[in-house]
């Protein structure tokens, strides 16, 4: 897959992110005792404002992206994978486009959280060059904070 294949969400789409967004996130309801923030989101507003970024396939919604342009960085809201492709480096393609997205804007500095009980998603971050800046809870959710410093390109 070359990246061409993410487009912004259409609006006709919600259910389809929202049922991504379930199905990737299910596992951790156990292990944190409540959804994770990202099952309550309201997609049809996300995408409604231009946020949402998914990879189209079977189930409809293969991964989805919620970004957040920041005046000096871009958060990252939200990434998933639905379980059905998981591991098939989706994750990483996603990933790597807000990047490529941030470099052609001329931002240098993607930011992002994780809950802390998601552990796998710290080793994943940190192998995509994120560092930890800082925990702390935040609308009833123990946080872990990181940023990736992008390079800039030559001039």
């Known amino acids: 897959m070359d990246g061409s294949e ?30 994770p923030a990202p099952m309550l989101a309201d997609y049809a507003a996300l995408i409604s404002a231009g946020s949402v970024y998914v990879i189209p396939g079977s189930p409809a919604v293969r991964g989805i992206l919620v970004v957040e342009p920041r005046s000096d960085h871009i958060f990252i809201e939200n990434v998933a994978v639905h379980p059905d492709h998981q591991g098939a480096g989706l994750g990483r393609q996603l990933m790597r486009f807000v990047e490529e997205h941030a470099i052609a ?26 560092e930890e800046v800082e925990r702390r809870v935040e609308d ?7 940023r990736k410093r992008l390079a800039r390109p030559p001039n």
């Open 6 to 35: 993410i487009r912004l969400a259409s609006p006709a789409e919600y259910r389809a992110v929202a049922r991504c967004v379930d199905a990737a996130y299910a596992m951790y309801v156990p292990r944190i005792g409540k959804k």
């Open 140 to 146: 009833g959710y123990s946080r872990i904070f990181m």
């Open 105 to 130: 804007h001329q931002v240098n500095e993607l930011r992002l959280y994780t809950h802390e009980l998601m552990i796998e998603n710290l080793s994943y971050y940190a192998k995509l060059g994120y």
